[in-house]
């Protein structure tokens, strides 16, 4: 059994993101799903090395940013629980990531009011 997933990127003169496309072979929605992000990692298992394509669009808006990074942050510390079972190390991190969205909410609360 094979599935792919295909993603596509429109970018402008200037080589910046304007459009992003998803599909999977696998999935049940028909047609492409939009998406203003995308981070992908890919392990080098020769190498021993991450590699990583991380885009957005100018559409995508510092309060989605810091969503986008606090709800990835969460799954990535529930995919290293499924495959190490460390919970310490698990709750280091969704605490970190908690720590994270709190300090960034705090920040955006400050500029609000100075604004």
Not at 47 to 65: C, N, P, S, V
Not at 79 to 108: C, G, H, I, P, W
Request: aromatic share 10%.
């Amino acid at each position: 059994m094979k599935s792919t997933i295909t993603i596509d990127v429109e970018l402008d003169q200037n080589r910046v993101p304007e459009n992003i496309e998803w599909r999977a072979t696998e999935s049940t929605t028909e047609g492409a799903q939009k998406a203003k992000a995308v981070m992908l990692s890919l392990w080098d298992g020769t190498d021993k090395t991450a590699l990583r394509i991380d885009l957005w669009t100018q559409e995508m808006m510092i309060d989605e940013m810091a969503d986008f990074y606090y709800q990835t942050l969460m799954t990535m510390a529930d995919t290293f629980s499924r495959a190490t079972r460390q919970a310490e190390l698990v709750d280091e991190m969704k605490n970190f990531a908690k720590s994270f969205y709190t300090k960034f909410r705090e920040q955006q609360m400050k500029e609000q009011k100075a604004g």
